[in-house]
């Protein structure tokens, strides 16, 4: 599928964001399509590397998978959770390796990447950060219009790319009330600098 670009005059300015739910079993991936306030869902899936073959392998076979789904959409821009902290070092671990291996796909296609917490995710998606993982797919739902079973790795990259919608779309209103009195590259910065 070809990427979309910016429509005739009046039209607002279309794209696709993939979110991606990083899982050395499962990686999760959504793609949503947006054109001014409107969502539409493109495609969501997994990619599911057998566990019996070596850590190597899966994280290989999870590159190659993001890569496709890259190659085939053209998205945009790539969403992606942050680390959490685990009591379970080996599963924190291999979280990371996973992280890294789908930000080396986003890096490898230059298509611009943004981070966000678990909690920023349910606040952007439910409107409750300890919101749980069936309230944000049902969210998921009620917002693309789907229905039917999902797997909570796909309703969770859904949901990272929904925050990334939602954010950017935050920050345009913002920087747009501003009547240009700060630089909007300033007051983006601004607000992603984090705070203690």
Not at 29 to 40: D, F, M, S, V
Not at 54 to 69: D, K, T, W
Not at 124 to 144: D, F, H, P, R, S
Request: proline share 4%; net charge positive.
């Amino acid at each position: 599928m070809a990427p979309l670009s910016k429509s005739g005059a009046g039209r607002p300015h279309r794209e696709i964001i993939l979110g991606i739910d990083p899982g050395s079993i499962h990686t999760g991936w959504g793609l949503i399509e947006t054109a001014g306030n409107a969502l539409r869902h493109v495609a969501h899936g997994t990619v599911s590397p057998a566990n019996s073959i070596a850590l190597g392998a899966r994280l290989s076979e999870i590159y190659r998978g993001l890569q496709e789904i890259m190659d085939r959409y053209q998205p945009a821009a790539v969403s992606i959770e942050k680390v959490f902290f685990s009591r379970n070092v080996q599963s924190a671990l291999k979280l990371g390796q996973a992280r890294g291996v789908a930000l080396l796909a986003a890096a490898q296609n230059q298509v611009s990447l943004a981070e966000y917490s678990a909690a920023e995710i349910k606040v952007a998606v439910v409107g409750y950060g300890q919101a749980t993982k069936e309230q944000v797919q049902k969210m998921v739902n009620v917002l693309l219009g789907l229905r039917g079973p999902m797997r909570a790795d796909a309703a969770d990259a859904l949901a990272v790319a929904i925050c990334h919608i939602h954010r950017r779309t935050f920050q345009n209103l913002v920087v747009r009330s501003l009547n240009g009195r700060v630089k909007a590259a300033s007051w983006r910065n601004y607000l992603d600098t984090p705070r203690r």
